[in-house]
C-alpha cells in the first residue's frame, strides 16, 4: 500500500511551469520549471522541436532563477536570482551556447527591489527599475528607471516617479524608447508613461482616468502601442500612436472580460486573453484591420504564445489532469492530439494523467445573492474531510490548473474547494471591483463561508470536518476564517504568509506594495484607520475556537514575519493553542521542493487530528 510520502513524492516530481517566453527570431523558447531539482531553474528548448530542453541556470549557487527577458539577439536570456526568497534580486546573462555559466550584470544582494531587465541593441546598456537613488546610494519609496552601462558600470536614472508604483519598464525592439507606469495620482491609477533611452524626454502618454489602469505593450515598429485600458464597465483594446498620442480603440464590448493582449516577436496579430468564468479564452487580433478569429475550445486551457512559423505557433497548455506545457500547435486549427511538446513534461516524472483528479465547476450563492464559483476535488470513496484552499490576489483567479498541493490533499482522501471569491479576475469587472466596496475582509469572506455551507447543504462537506488553507491573501482569508466561522462550520486553519495586522504589514511590506492596499481598503491606515482595524484578524484572537498552524517564510519582505510577531504575542495573551511552522529559507511561499514536502505532510496531519480521522 503506497504511503502518503510516496504519492507526495509523485506530486512533487510534477514538473510546475511559469512565464515561457520566444526569444525575437522564435527559433527557442524559454521557461521556469520548478520540480525538477532542488531549486527552480531555466530550461530552454528549440522551436522546432529537434532536442530535448537543456537546463541554462543548473542550480546555480542553490537559489532560485526566474525568466526576464531574452537578448535582441536571441543568442541569451536574462535571468534574476534572489536570496532564500527575499526578493532583492540580481540580474545575470546566460548564454544558450554556455549553460550553466551565469555573468553576473547587477550587484549581488542588492538593498533594493529591482524589476525588469532588458538588453539594449547595442549589447551595452541595461534597463531595469529599482527603488533605489543612485545619488544617495540609499533605498526609496518611488521606483525610478535605470539605464545601467555594462562597460563603465555607470547608473542613469531615466525616469523619476513620484510615488511607488510595482511595474516593470518595457523597451522598444530599436531601443528608443521605454514604457513604463505611474501610481502618482491615485493609488487604484496605473498611467502609461514614456521616456527615451537618453531621459531627455520623459512623458504621460494615456490616462483613462486617475484611479483607472492602463497596460501598454510595443508592437514591432517601437512606435505604436498595444493597449489595455480599464472603464467603468470592462477593458478595451486599442492601438496608440505614441508620437501623437492618439488611440485607435479595435475592442470595446462590456459583455468581454479582456485579461490581457499582447503582439509576439514577428506576428502581425495581437494574442487576446478572455476569461469567462475563469476561463481561458483566447483570440488573434489583425491590429490594422481588426478582424478577430478565435481559439476552438479546447479540453483546457491552450495560451498562445509566439508564432513560430505561417501556420505554426507556441503556446502554453494545461489543465487540472495536465501539467502546464509548451507546445507547438497548427494555428488554425489547435487539437491537443496533434500538439507537439517542447519541455518534454510526461518524460519527467512517473505520474500519469489518470492519477490525477478533475477539477468541477462547483457554484453557489452568497449572502448578497451574488454567484459565486469554485473549483471542487473529490477523492475516490467517501471523504476524510473538506480543506478550502483559497487562492492569493486577491485580484486574481484559480483556474482549471494543475496544482501539487491540491491533489495531494485528494490522494490523502480530502475533498478541495478553491473558490473564486469576490475580487477574483476572471468573471467581470464589477465582480473584480466588488470586493472595494467593504475593503479587505468584507464580503469576499462570506463568499468563502457559504461555499463551505453550500458543501455542507449539498452532503459533500460534513460538519466539524472542514478546513481552511492558502498562501498570502489566501493565508490572510485563513485567518479571518478561523476568527470568524463558528467551530461547526470550520475545525481548522493553516494560513500561510498571511497578513494578521493590516497596519503592521502595511509598514513592513515593500514600498511598492502599499499602493495596492491603500487601492483595496480605501486609503492608508491613518486615512481609514477602523477599516484596517475591522479587517485585521489580529483584533479577534480571542474568537478562536477552532486548531491553528501558522506558516511562515523567514525572508519574506511582502508579508513580512512581523506579522507572526504580532500575533503570537496577542494569542499567548489569549491563552490561544496555536503552533508555528517556519521556514528560515523561504520568501512569500513555501516554494523549495523539501519544504513543500514538510509542509504538506504537515498540513495532512494537522487537519487530520482537527477532523479526528
Not at 61 to 66: F, K, L, R, T, V
Request: glycine share 10%.
Amino acid at each position: 500500500m503506497p504511503t502518503s510520502e510516496h504519492y507526495l513524492d509523485q506530486f512533487l516530481s510534477l514538473p510546475k511551469l511559469y512565464g515561457s517566453g520566444a526569444s525575437p527570431d522564435g527559433k527557442w523558447v524559454a521557461w521556469v520549471w520548478a520540480g525538477i531539482g532542488a531549486t527552480m531553474d531555466v530550461y530552454a528548448a528549440p522551436t522546432d522541436g529537434s532536442s530535448e530542453p537543456i537546463c541554462l541556470t543548473q542550480g546555480y549557487q542553490g537559489q532560485d532563477s526566474w525568466l526576464i527577458s531574452w537578448s535582441p539577439d536571441s543568442k541569451a536570456v536574462i535571468v534574476a536570482q534572489d536570496h532564500d526568497g527575499d526578493e532583492r534580486a540580481r540580474l545575470f546573462r546566460v548564454d544558450l551556447a554556455k549553460p550553466g555559466n551565469m555573468q553576473p550584470l547587477t550587484e549581488e544582494s542588492p538593498q533594493y527591489f529591482l524589476r525588469g531587465g532588458q538588453l539594449h541593441p547595442n549589447g551595452r546598456w541595461l534597463i531595469y527599475a529599482a527603488n533605489f537613488d543612485v545619488a544617495t546610494g540609499k533605498e526609496i519609496e518611488p521606483t525610478y528607471v535605470y539605464r545601467h552601462d555594462l562597460q563603465t558600470g555607470e547608473h542613469i536614472v531615466l525616469a523619476r516617479p513620484q510615488k511607488a508604483c510595482y511595474y516593470a519598464p518595457s523597451m522598444n525592439e530599436q531601443g528608443t524608447h521605454i514604457l513604463y507606469n505611474r501610481k502618482d495620482l491615485h493609488p487604484a491609477g496605473y498611467l502609461l508613461w514614456m521616456v527615451d533611452i537618453e531621459g531627455k524626454t520623459d512623458r504621460e502618454i494615456l490616462n483613462v482616468g486617475d484611479n483607472m489602469k492602463v497596460i501598454g505593450s510595443w508592437l514591432a515598429d517601437g512606435r505604436r502601442v498595444l493597449v489595455i485600458a480599464e472603464t467603468q464597465t470592462h477593458f478595451k483594446v486599442g492601438v496608440l500612436d505614441s508620437a501623437t498620442n492618439d488611440v485607435r480603440w479595435l475592442i470595446d464590448d462590456p459583455n468581454r472580460n479582456i485579461d490581457n493582449a499582447y503582439v509576439p516577436h514577428g506576428s502581425d496579430q495581437a494574442v487576446i486573453v478572455e476569461i469567462q468564468d475563469a476561463r481561458l479564452k483566447a483570440s488573434l487580433l489583425n491590429v490594422e484591420t481588426g478582424a478577430e478569429s478565435r481559439l476552438p475550445e479546447l479540453p483546457g486551457n491552450l495560451l498562445p504564445v509566439a508564432p513560430v512559423n505561417r501556420d505554426e505557433w507556441i503556446g502554453e497548455f494545461y489543465s487540472s489532469q495536465q501539467p502546464r506545457d509548451v507546445v507547438r500547435f497548427a494555428i488554425a486549427n489547435p487539437q491537443p492530439e496533434n500538439f507537439v511538446s517542447l519541455t518534454r513534461v510526461w518524460e519527467q516524472t512517473s505520474v500519469k494523467a489518470a492519477d490525477l483528479v478533475a477539477a468541477e465547476d462547483f457554484r453557489w450563492k452568497s449572502v448578497d445573492g451574488l454567484l459565486i464559483q469554485g473549483w471542487l476535488y473529490r477523492p475516490k470513496g467517501e471523504a476524510k474531510g473538506t480543506i478550502v484552499y483559497v487562492h492569493g490576489g486577491p485580484t486574481w483567479h484559480s483556474e482549471n490548473n494543475l496544482n501539487y498541493q491540491i491533489q495531494f490533499f485528494v490522494s490523502q482522501g480530502f475533498n478541495v474547494l478553491d473558490p473564486n471569491y469576490r475580487g477574483s479576475t476572471g468573471f467581470s469587472r464589477a465582480f473584480q471591483e466588488a470586493i472595494k466596496e467593504d475593503g479587505w475582509g468584507g464580503r469576499e469572506q462570506d463568499d468563502i463561508r457559504t461555499g463551505i455551507e453550500a458543501l455542507i447543504a449539498a452532503g459533500i462537506a460534513k460538519i466539524g470536518k472542514v478546513g481552511i488553507t492558502g498562501t498570502s491573501y489566501g493565508g490572510y482569508s485563513s485567518w479571518c476564517a478561523i476568527t470568524r466561522f463558528t467551530p461547526e462550520i470550520l475545525a481548522a486553519s493553516a494560513p500561510i504568509c498571511g497578513m494578521t495586522d493590516l497596519v503592521v504589514d502595511y509598514q513592513t511590506t515593500r514600498p511598492d506594495l502599499r499602493p495596492y492596499s491603500e487601492e483595496m481598503i480605501g486609503g492608508s491606515p491613518d486615512q481609514v484607520p477602523e477599516r484596517y482595524y475591522k479587517a485585521s484578524p489580529i483584533n479577534f484572537v480571542s474568537n478562536i475556537k477552532g486548531r491553528l498552524l501558522i506558516v511562515q517564510g523567514l525572508q519574506d519582505p511582502n508579508v513580512t514575519p512581523s506579522n507572526v510577531q504580532v500575533v503570537k504575542e496577542k494569542l499567548d495573551q489569549s491563552g490561544i493553542e496555536h503552533q508555528v511552522l517556519a521556514f528560515d529559507d523561504e520568501g512569500h511561499g513555501i516554494g523549495r521542493p523539501k519544504n513543500q514536502k514538510t509542509l504538506c505532510l504537515r498540513l495532512v496531519e494537522f487537519f487530520g487530528e482537527a477532523f479526528g480521522v
